[in-house]
């Protein structure tokens, strides 16, 4: 079985950072991608930033570059979403997700992927 469990978020304060976990278990290749979203109250889900097992390949949101850094640590199953300068607006519930695919796409297709962890609060204040 499957499982993501995301680890890292909390309250800070406007411009401070935080870096959030997502360790992976239950794949039985290594031919999967891992995708970030978050999901603030009354808004859609949105794609944060996506990276690809395979080769590194790594996608953040435009809107989010130069604040937010998506890494993996293969060996450790877990990815991390390094948040900067954060912001109000960046409150929200941040997800894990992994698809079984070789690569990630920066349209980042929540419908796409194929397991969800059960998210982690971020809540910026100002």
């Known amino acids: 079985e499957v499982q993501l469990v995301e680890s890292g978020g909390g309250l800070v304060q406007a411009g401070g950072s935080l870096r959030l976990s997502c360790a992976a278990s239950?794949?039985?290749?290594?031919?999967?991608?891992t995708g970030w979203f978050r999901q603030a109250p009354g808004k859609e889900r949105e794609g944060v930033s996506c990276?690809?097992?395979?080769?590194?390949?790594?996608y953040v949101a435009d809107s989010l570059k130069g604040r937010f850094t998506i890494s993996s640590d293969n060996a450790n199953n877990t990815v991390y979403l390094q948040m900067i300068s954060l912001k109000p607006e960046d409150t929200a519930v941040y997800f894990c997700?992994?698809?079984?695919?070789?690569?990630?796409?920066?349209?980042?297709?929540?419908?796409?992927?194929?397991?969800w962890g059960q998210g982690t609060q971020v809540t910026v204040s100002s």
């Open positions: 990276i690809s097992r395979s080769d590194g390949r790594a």
């Open positions: 997700a992994a698809e079984e695919a070789l690569y990630c796409d920066s349209d980042f297709d929540l419908y796409t992927y194929d397991y």
């Open positions: 239950g794949f039985t290749g290594d031919d999967y991608t």
